[in-house]
């Protein structure tokens, strides 16, 4: 079975910082994973993906995620954080090994940036 | 490229009334999912229609739901009778591969509310 955790509800940052929102997974074989964000009243848009070679992936926006397989996260960050970065964002799994190829979804993590 | 998107954006009803969902994927698009989100928990697998044949149907929660895809274009997602449970966002997704490393492009969602 596979399962994603995004184990902060809520992450509050000063405009200008850097972010970084956690998702952690588990799969029995090697995973693709996913960020996608989510703004007010829009539908989920995707933000960047692993799939295989370097662990560092660079996505939309300015969006940066490290694939850490010992860890077994897959963080969101980025180096200077916008107002406009408030949003829900979505980690998501699914294992390259075969059993479902349905992506298998965290409960969602609030980033609000503060002017 | 129109997105994908969703009718209706909103939708109250009674416990015990029927409900229906619609979505229009994006042209070109043969892969169409119907996802939920219940309050503050996982986006949630429905089911996956590959035209007008649905490939996977293991999310779907019970019999009083029932998702059609006639022609493989739209697809509509029925709920009746519904229940205060069934409350929650339905996202449509589709892509134009079904592969495991394929992201999916997101409607904006049906929030449903059931009194």
């Known amino acids: 079975a596979q399962s994603v955790a995004q184990p902060e509800d809520q992450v509050n940052v000063a405009e200008g910082n850097p972010l970084t929102v956690k998702c952690t997974y588990s799969v029995s074989g090697n995973p693709y994973l996913f960020w996608y964000v989510q703004y007010p009243n829009r539908g989920l848009q995707f933000l960047l993906k692993y799939i295989t070679g370097d662990n560092l992936v660079k996505g939309s926006y300015g969006f940066e995620a490290e694939f850490n397989k010992s860890q077994t996260s897959f963080h969101l960050k980025k180096p200077s954080a916008l107002v406009s970065d408030s949003a829900l964002y979505f980690c998501?799994?699914?294992?390259?090994?075969?059993?479902?190829?349905?992506?298998?979804f965290g409960r969602g993590t609030s980033l609000i940036v503060h002017p | 490229e129109a997105g994908v998107t969703q009718f209706p954006s909103h939708s109250v009803i009674e416990k015990g009334q029927t409900v229906t969902l619609r979505c229009d994927p994006i042209?070109?698009?043969?892969?169409l999912y119907w996802y939920r989100r219940v309050m503050g928990k996982e986006i949630k697998f429905l089911l996956h229609?590959?035209?007008?044949?649905?490939?996977?149907e293991s999310g779907m929660p019970n019999n009083r739901f029932l998702a059609e895809r006639t022609g493989g274009t739209y697809s509509t997602l029925k709920v009746q009778p519904a229940e205060l449970e069934d409350s929650g966002v339905y996202f449509c997704?589709?892509?134009?591969?079904?592969?495991?490393?394929?992201?999916?492009?997101f409607g904006p969602g049906t929030r449903l509310t059931v009194l």
């Open positions: 229609f590959v035209k007008e044949s649905k490939q996977d």
């Open positions: 997704a589709s892509s134009q591969e079904w592969a495991a490393y394929n992201e999916q492009f």
């Open positions: 998501a799994v699914r294992d390259k090994s075969g059993g479902s190829y349905i992506p298998t």
């Open positions: 042209s070109g698009h043969d892969n």
